[in-house]
């Protein structure tokens, strides 16, 4: 491993070459896009388990050009969107991964890892060095294997305030 995927002590994996075996393995491509077809991905926001009845597909689109980097992993052989990921930040000194999420046929094939990469990449290209995610339960280790290690320190924490008042889709959740 070179130097270069070590920083604090934390193992990085997104060398071009690893992406690139990872690519080849699977038949998969990760693209970097701002706009998308909007039933895949309902369908990767419901493999998430993040979309509610009631929320207007017609504004992922916004979703997509509100984020500051989105990611869609793609089987080659048949254009299928097979996962996503999007990144929120100010664009100047740090990021947030959001939405990370494979389709569950997928899962275990290093689709998940390429998508990241992909964003990590993309940030570090932004020159967005800090990067922080909340990690569902059950995924610790997963992120934990890339990189990511808890943040002891701190709480993440959810507004709860009026129930009635819009989510991201627009109605009440």
């Given at each position: 491993m070179s130097e270069k995927n070590i920083i604090n002590g934390i193992r990085r994996i997104n060398t071009e070459n690893e992406i690139s075996e990872m690519n080849k393995e699977n038949d998969i491509k990760v693209e970097i896009v701002d706009s998308w077809e909007e039933d895949p991905l309902v369908e990767l926001y419901q493999a998430g388990g993040w979309w509610k009845d009631g929320m207007d597909k017609s504004r992922l689109g916004d979703l997509i050009r509100g984020s500051f980097i989105f990611a869609v992993?793609?089987?080659?052989?048949?254009?299928?969107?097979?996962g996503m990921g999007r990144v929120i930040s100010d664009g100047i000194s740090d990021a947030y991964i959001q939405d990370l999420v494979v389709l569950p046929?997928?899962?275990g094939r290093g689709v998940g890892r390429m998508i990241l990469a992909a964003l990590l990449d993309e940030c570090r290209a932004r020159k967005i060095f800090w990067t922080a995610l909340i990690a569902e339960p059950g995924t610790s280790g997963f992120y934990g294997t890339l990189g990511f290690k808890p943040m002891s320190e701190f709480v993440p924490?959810?507004?709860s305030g009026d129930e009635k008042s819009p989510g991201p889709s627009g109605a009440g959740e």
């Open positions: 992993a793609i089987d080659i052989s048949t254009r299928e969107s097979i046929e997928w899962r924490m959810l507004f």
